[in-house]
Protein backbone atom coordinates (compact mmCIF):
# COMPACT_ATOMS: atom_id res chain seq x y z
CA UNK A 1 0.00 0.00 0.00
CA UNK A 2 0.78 3.39 -0.86
CA UNK A 3 -0.20 6.61 1.17
CA UNK A 4 0.59 10.00 -0.23
CA UNK A 5 0.31 13.54 2.35
CA UNK A 6 -0.09 16.50 0.85
CA UNK A 7 1.01 19.69 2.41
CA UNK A 8 1.46 23.62 1.40
CA UNK A 9 -1.97 24.89 0.76
CA UNK A 10 -3.02 28.50 2.20
CA UNK A 11 -4.70 31.73 2.04
CA UNK A 12 -2.72 33.64 -0.66
CA UNK A 13 -3.83 37.24 -2.12
CA UNK A 14 -3.76 37.23 -5.99
CA UNK A 15 -0.59 37.33 -7.70
CA UNK A 16 1.12 35.64 -4.70
CA UNK A 17 2.67 32.02 -4.49
CA UNK A 18 2.22 28.72 -3.00
CA UNK A 19 4.47 25.77 -2.87
CA UNK A 20 2.49 22.25 -2.79
CA UNK A 21 4.77 19.05 -1.58
CA UNK A 22 3.26 15.34 -1.66
CA UNK A 23 5.32 13.05 0.05
CA UNK A 24 4.90 8.71 -0.79
CA UNK A 25 5.49 6.38 1.81
CA UNK A 26 4.58 2.89 2.18
CA UNK A 27 5.32 -0.47 -0.33
CA UNK A 28 7.26 2.63 -3.12
CA UNK A 29 8.55 -0.14 -5.81
CA UNK A 30 8.73 1.78 -9.31
CA UNK A 31 6.75 5.11 -9.58
CA UNK A 32 5.71 5.39 -13.39
CA UNK A 33 4.02 9.18 -12.94
CA UNK A 34 3.38 11.64 -10.12
CA UNK A 35 0.94 14.59 -10.50
CA UNK A 36 -1.41 17.05 -9.03
CA UNK A 37 -4.93 17.86 -9.84
CA UNK A 38 -7.62 20.12 -8.51
CA UNK A 39 -11.46 20.38 -7.80
CA UNK A 40 -13.05 23.81 -7.41
CA UNK A 41 -16.94 23.75 -5.69
CA UNK A 42 -19.47 22.61 -7.91
CA UNK A 43 -16.85 21.54 -11.02
CA UNK A 44 -14.87 18.33 -11.84
CA UNK A 45 -11.33 17.28 -11.17
CA UNK A 46 -9.40 18.44 -13.18
CA UNK A 47 -5.45 18.11 -14.34
CA UNK A 48 -2.88 20.47 -13.36
CA UNK A 49 0.35 19.26 -13.59
CA UNK A 50 2.23 15.73 -14.32
CA UNK A 51 5.58 14.65 -14.32
CA UNK A 52 6.77 10.90 -15.59
CA UNK A 53 9.76 8.85 -13.73
CA UNK A 54 11.82 9.63 -17.17
CA UNK A 55 11.26 13.31 -15.96
CA UNK A 56 8.63 14.65 -18.58
CA UNK A 57 6.15 16.95 -17.75
CA UNK A 58 2.87 18.27 -18.53
CA UNK A 59 0.63 21.24 -17.83
CA UNK A 60 -2.74 22.03 -18.08
CA UNK A 61 -3.30 25.39 -20.62
CA UNK A 62 -4.57 27.34 -17.81
CA UNK A 63 -1.34 27.05 -15.39
CA UNK A 64 1.18 26.99 -18.26
CA UNK A 65 3.94 29.50 -17.52
CA UNK A 66 2.81 30.23 -13.77
CA UNK A 67 3.12 26.63 -11.83
CA UNK A 68 6.27 24.11 -11.77
CA UNK A 69 6.08 20.41 -11.19
CA UNK A 70 9.38 19.46 -9.93
CA UNK A 71 9.87 15.64 -8.70
CA UNK A 72 12.41 14.20 -5.59
CA UNK A 73 13.19 10.74 -6.49
CA UNK A 74 15.00 9.88 -3.46
CA UNK A 75 12.22 11.51 -1.19
CA UNK A 76 9.35 9.89 -3.41
CA UNK A 77 7.96 13.98 -3.15
CA UNK A 78 6.70 15.12 -6.02
CA UNK A 79 6.17 19.60 -5.79
CA UNK A 80 4.13 22.40 -7.22
CA UNK A 81 5.29 25.58 -7.42
CA UNK A 82 2.72 27.90 -8.11
CA UNK A 83 3.18 31.75 -8.70
CA UNK A 84 0.76 34.18 -10.02
CA UNK A 85 -1.84 32.74 -8.18
CA UNK A 86 -5.25 34.00 -9.34
CA UNK A 87 -8.79 33.15 -7.91
CA UNK A 88 -9.59 30.87 -10.33
CA UNK A 89 -6.80 28.72 -8.94
CA UNK A 90 -8.60 28.03 -5.54
CA UNK A 91 -9.19 24.56 -5.12
CA UNK A 92 -8.89 21.63 -3.10
CA UNK A 93 -4.95 20.10 -5.52
CA UNK A 94 -4.79 16.34 -5.12
CA UNK A 95 -1.54 14.72 -5.88
CA UNK A 96 -2.06 11.34 -7.84
CA UNK A 97 0.95 8.89 -7.87
CA UNK A 98 0.34 5.50 -10.56
CA UNK A 99 2.89 2.62 -9.56
CA UNK A 100 2.44 -0.48 -11.57
CA UNK A 101 -0.65 0.55 -12.93
CA UNK A 102 -2.30 1.17 -9.97
CA UNK A 103 -2.96 4.69 -8.99
CA UNK A 104 -3.32 6.48 -5.73
CA UNK A 105 -4.61 9.88 -4.59
CA UNK A 106 -4.09 11.83 -1.19
CA UNK A 107 -6.13 13.42 0.71
CA UNK A 108 -6.30 16.81 -0.68
CA UNK A 109 -5.31 20.02 0.74
CA UNK A 110 -7.10 23.49 0.31
CA UNK A 111 -5.90 26.39 -1.94
CA UNK A 112 -7.70 29.98 -1.13
CA UNK A 113 -6.34 32.62 -3.81
CA UNK A 114 -8.37 35.53 -2.59
CA UNK A 115 -8.94 38.68 -5.08
Known amino acids: QVQLVESGGGLVQAGGSLRLSCAAS????????MGWYRQAPGKQREVVAG???????NYADSVKGRFTISRDNVKNTVYLQMSSLKPEDTAVYYC?????????WGQGTQVTVSS
Open 26 to 33: GSIFSISF
Open 96 to 104: RLVQRAVEY
Open 51 to 57: ITSGGTT
